[in-house]
């Protein structure tokens, strides 16, 4: 069932008003699959007080969850005072999903409640799924999506409508939905995981992604989102940038005198002294000095802000959740077809030397944007 937008803002300010400081319109970091790379003085650094990571299902294995170095981390940040959310991944890019009823299913089941006993109650939120539209064949991504991401959402829900502690210190929600600007992608599979979490009541709202290629395609997400919430459900940007736009500009020539101030080749383009950097990590000035002078880049160093307030302005937003780190393999090649995560991550960590200290120089200007807006919450 959808609502007005005008009934949807109203309830939203009530629901703004009664519900627990902790969800309501926070910043929190981001660190995908490598939060056993997380140290608490990093997180300090920048006043951040979420944490959201997600944990591969599959590559799991048979591993007691509880020796799990990712969720050990996630653990370990909430026992310090941190709030957490931890998104589980089902990824099915490879295979075809197991059917209801089959040996498959059933070991996805078991696996799915040894992880639960470790997370539930643990966590502030956790999250069914963490891209399942991408995670998925093309050809299972319809009624074979539906039915796995129904059965394991009913297990969640189960085992925590029959833990009274988990409800009362875990929210769950669902997604993440990605790139739903696009009509294309608005599939029968979307609408009715959208209607899945507006019909059920442990659910406090959807999860989504919003890596965009303009500041525009996420207006236009919200605004095809928002009408499934039922008005006491929130949203989660677990995580969100605009590394589709700086991938269109990988090939753009390198500014002369910035090659000529640094003594590099000419010419040179982008991809190029990124993955220079990559193998022979710059001083943070050079890195610096290169994002200055990419006016693709600068022209838009107000995106955390602005991406921040447009979530915020909806009324509805419980976290939003920026990348922390350039997570990168040493050795590894950055080419002009590399999706270019590591310019949005708050920390350059690999393309930067470290300090005499071994901790890592901030990423301009993310890292001063997202401390600037933790100090004035």
């Known amino acids: 069932m959808k609502y007005s937008k005008a009934f949807i803002f109203f309830t939203a300010f009530l629901v703004f008003r009664t519900t627990s400081a902790f969800s309501q319109e926070a910043l929190g970091v981001n660190y995908n699959q490598f939060l056993q790379s997380l140290q608490d003085q990093e997180v300090s650094q920048i006043n951040a007080t979420w944490i959201r990571g997600f944990l591969d299902m599959h590559l799991l294995g048979n591993q007691d969850p509880s020796q799990n170095p990712n969720i050990q981390a996630i653990l370990k940040a909430k026992a310090h005072g941190r709030h957490t959310i931890l998104n589980l991944k089902w990824n099915y890019e490879t295979r075809p999903f197991p059917t209801p009823g089959s040996a498959a299913m059933t070991q996805e089941l078991d696996q799915l409640n040894q992880v639960l006993p470790v997370v539930m109650g643990k966590v502030d939120m956790l999250v069914i799924g963490n891209e399942p539209f991408i995670e998925t064949q093309s050809t299972q991504s319809g009624q074979p999506l539906i039915d796995f991401y129904q059965t394991m959402a009913n297990d969640v829900i189960g085992y925590w409508s029959s833990h009274p502690e988990a409800k009362q210190a875990t929210q769950l929600y669902m997604g993440a939905f990605t790139r739903l600007d696009l009509v294309a992608n608005r599939t029968p599979a979307v609408q009715w995981m959208l209607q899945y979490i507006a019909s059920h009541q442990e659910l406090s709202g959807p999860d989504l992604h919003m890596h965009m290629p303009n500041f525009a395609a996420n207006r236009i997400m919200l605004s095809y989102v928002l009408p499934w919430l039922r008005p006491d459900q929130k949203f989660l940007v677990t995580e969100f940038s605009l590394v589709l736009l700086w991938y269109q ?8 005198d ?120």
């Open 249 to 256: 500009h990988l090939s753009d020539p390198v500014s002369p």
């Open 258 to 377: 910035f090659t000529s101030r640094y003594n590099l080749p000419t010419p040179l383009e982008v991809y190029q002294f990124v993955n220079l950097a990559l193998q022979n990590p710059v001083p943070d000035a050079e890195w610096h000095d290169f994002l200055m002078s990419c006016p693709w880049y600068m022209s838009h160093r107000q995106f955390l802000l602005n991406a921040y307030n447009l979530f915020r302005g909806t009324g509805r937003l419980a976290v939003a959740n920026y990348g922390m780190l350039q997570s990168w393999t040493k050795g590894q090649q950055f080419t002009v077809n590399t999706m270019p995560w590591l310019l949005n991550a708050l920390f350059a960590s690999a393309t930067v030397k470290l300090r005499e200290n071994g901790s890592a120089f901030e990423n301009f200007p993310w890292a001063e944007e997202f401390t600037n807006l933790q100090t004035a919450r």
